[in-house]
């Protein structure tokens, strides 16, 4: 049985899901067809979300500095970035199938167990018939579906989508070459893989590939000295074998990257630097810092071409989980991408003496720093960080729930929502013309006619507006305006032009 911590974090992720359906934030993709598993529709509010954590991490990463510059690359590139990344032979998870109820997982994620002890499973599932025991196995771990440690061997898959580019048909040939031939499966496979192989693209599993190949472009172009940064926002794919947590873990995801290329030897003291950055930019936006964490890898956890890497991690509503990895990747990539495309991606410092020999200037491969975040992940985050109920008792004695998203008003997907309180007696009028001149100060304010007062506060609660302004009959009269605020739902009487100026405060207040 779920323990009650365990109902209460599913219960916040049920309640969280259901709300980003009903207002508007995340559908099912292709919901009317069955929907298609792990893909992810941002509705209306969802995308304004999204945009916002892009936007504020665009700003807090390229406006804000003068030393990083973006980028916004092709989602599919040549096949021989992903030979060189190591992608092609390395990016893999190894799959396994339970031989009980058929559940596909990842290995390196399934509970662990005993080897040698006894596992206890249902044959046929989870929910099915009798008891079985049976010894788990060296292997060491048991089916998260099942319990049961009769499993298949582990085989690596690769988790990058593969495609075909241009007007060729890659089976079209080789059909003809098949045709009454009497050969082996393995043989078949092997030709088909060969033939694929002359057209093959690939979608991206990662953003950073493409800041190092284009280094030299970008450093050349904007005249970049060393240290500078690389950023890019965009999709990702990976054909993940277990999707999970809603929009936690997708195959198609978006991703905030940047790569900071320094001088060899200053890579800890950059690392730290990003760290703190990063750590102060989720701060700057949660409600919770203290659901924010930072995990050093260990050293057997770390890619081999890398010299350090933490992870922050996010207190999710199931437990604690990766959020955005930062990693010292060292002078790997640039090295690899040079050797194989024949290219010198290397930096020339004419202000500095070369160590090795002394003499003035320095050319050097630049090590890398890589703060890689998840978009998709962090609206998540942010939902969640946002989400909270309060408990009161409303004006007849009744007791009510009033449910809110307690954004941070640059991520709101609305700054503010103008609500005549009557349609008729030129309140709309007067709201509308709020409405103009807030939008024409760049703000992005809803404006609110339908159902009961009471009705639109709860709806503007729930998708995270932060104030509401509302119209009513002596605000044509001393152009006034009653402002509520969304996390207190304290309401205050206050001049039109001073509610503007209240709502902008608040945006480019200390964020
Ligand atoms: P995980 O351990 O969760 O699989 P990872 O270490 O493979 O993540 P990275 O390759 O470091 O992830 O990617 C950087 C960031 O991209 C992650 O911290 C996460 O926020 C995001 N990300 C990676 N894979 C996915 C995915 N399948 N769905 C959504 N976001 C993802």
Not at 11 to 38: A, H, N, P, W
Not at 95 to 109: M, P, Q
Not at 291 to 310: K, M, V
Request: hydrophobic share 35%.
């Amino acid at each position: 049985m779920a323990s009650q911590a365990e109902q209460t974090q599913g219960d916040t992720m049920g309640k969280i899901v259901s709300l980003c359906k009903r207002r508007g934030f995340i559908f099912q993709s292709s919901e009317i067809y069955g929907g298609l598993k792990s893909c992810y529709d941002y509705g209306p509010l969802g995308a304004e979300l999204k945009r916002n954590i892009a936007a504020e991490w665009w700003r807090s990463m390229v406006y804000e500095r003068d030393n990083i510059v973006g980028l916004d690359a092709s989602i599919m590139m040549h096949p021989q970035v992903w030979q060189t990344s190591g992608h092609l032979a390395g990016f893999s998870d190894p799959l396994v199938d339970c031989l009980n109820c058929k559940e596909r997982f990842r290995a390196d994620k399934a509970p662990r167990a005993e080897p040698g002890s006894h596992a206890v499973f249902a044959t046929g599932g989870k929910a099915g018939g009798q008891k079985q025991s049976a010894t788990v196995t060296a292997k060491g771990y048991v089916c998260p579906n099942c319990g049961s440690p009769v499993l298949s061997d582990e085989r690596q898959f690769n988790l990058m989508f593969r495609t075909a580019l241009g007007p060729v048909d890659p089976l079209a040939d080789l059909t003809k070459e098949l045709a009454g031939q009497a050969l082996s499966a393995e043989k078949i496979r092997e030709m088909i893989e060969e033939a694929v192989r002359k057209t093959a693209v690939y979608l991206r599993p990662e953003t950073a590939q493409a800041m190092f190949v284009q280094f030299l472009n970008v450093q050349q172009s904007m005249a970049m000295k060393v240290p500078f940064g690389i950023a890019q926002v965009g999709k990702s794919f990976r054909n993940e074998i277990v999707t999970e947590h809603f929009i936690f873990r997708s195959c198609e995801f978006e991703q905030m990257e940047m790569e900071f290329f320094c001088e060899p030897g200053s890579q800890k003291e950059w690392l730290e630097y990003w760290r703190k950055e990063r750590m102060a930019w989720y701060h700057r936006f949660a409600n919770s810092k203290d659901a924010f964490r930072l995990r050093q890898h260990a050293a057997d956890e770390l890619a081999h071409y890398s010299d350090d890497c933490y992870d922050i991690e996010y207190l999710y509503p199931w437990g604690w989980g990766e959020l955005e990895g930062i990693a010292s990747r060292t002078d790997f990539d640039l090295t690899r991408h040079a050797e194989a495309s024949g290219v010198k991606l290397s930096y020339f410092d004419q202000q500095k003496n070369d160590p090795a020999t002394g003499k003035p200037g320095w050319r050097y491969i630049p090590y890398v720093i890589e703060p890689a975040a998840g978009l998709t992940r962090s609206v998540l985050c942010f939902l969640a960080d946002a989400y909270a109920e309060e408990t009161g008792v409303d004006a007849d004695g009744a007791t009510k729930t009033r449910v809110l998203l307690k954004l941070h008003p640059r991520l709101a997907p609305y700054k503010a929502a103008i609500l005549p309180l009557v349609k008729k007696d030129g309140q709309p009028e007067m709201a509308m013309d709020l409405v103009a001149q807030m939008r024409k100060l760049g703000l992005n304010v809803s404006y609110d006619d339908k159902q009961s007062i009471g009705k639109r506060y709860a709806r503007h609660d729930e998708i995270g507006t932060p104030y509401c302004l509302t119209i009513d009959n002596d605000s044509l009269k001393d152009q006034t305006v009653t402002i509520r605020d969304r996390d207190t739902a304290k309401q205050e009487r206050i001049a039109v032009a001073e509610a503007i100026a209240v709502v902008q405060r608040r945006l480019d207040g200390d964020v």
